[in-house]
């Protein structure tokens, strides 16, 4: 059974998937702005919706700090930018196949 948990690298605008420690998959991201940036730390994903609405794209997946979440984005030139209110983006695809890939629980680490 795989055990997979989440780095995202802010330095390289990088989501990576790793099942124990093997990197499985690489995913390009939006991350925060100077302003408002993605916050660095160990989370977990603890709730997933989803077609939220908005800017959030096809789906949301909640992260352990509060207002913070991985999600798809209605505006597909941004990723690989800063550019969000801290959360990370993906595009809608890859954060479809992230989304039925990972469990709730899921550990996710930012790093800067």
């Known amino acids: 059974m795989p055990s997979y948990r989440i780095i995202v690298d802010l330095s390289d605008r990088q989501l990576y998937l790793l099942d124990v420690n093997t990197v499985v998959r690489g995913f390009p ?9 993605t916050p660095v ?4 994903i603890i709730n997933k919706q989803p077609n939220p609405g908005g800017p959030f ?7 352990s700090r509060p207002h913070y979440g991985i999600h798809g984005t209605n505006d597909p030139s941004s990723i690989g930018y800063m550019v969000s209110h801290g959360c990370i983006r993906m595009y809608n695809e890859d954060v479809l196949e992230l989304a039925r890939t990972v469990p709730i629980g899921t550990r996710v680490t930012i790093r800067a």
């Not at 991201?29 to 940036?37: E, H, W």
């Not at 794209?57 to 992260?63: I, N, S």
């Open 57 to 63: 794209g096809v789906f949301w997946m909640g992260l």
């Open 29 to 37: 991201v939006g991350i925060g702005r100077m302003l408002t940036q």
């Open 41 to 44: 730390g160990e989370y977990a």
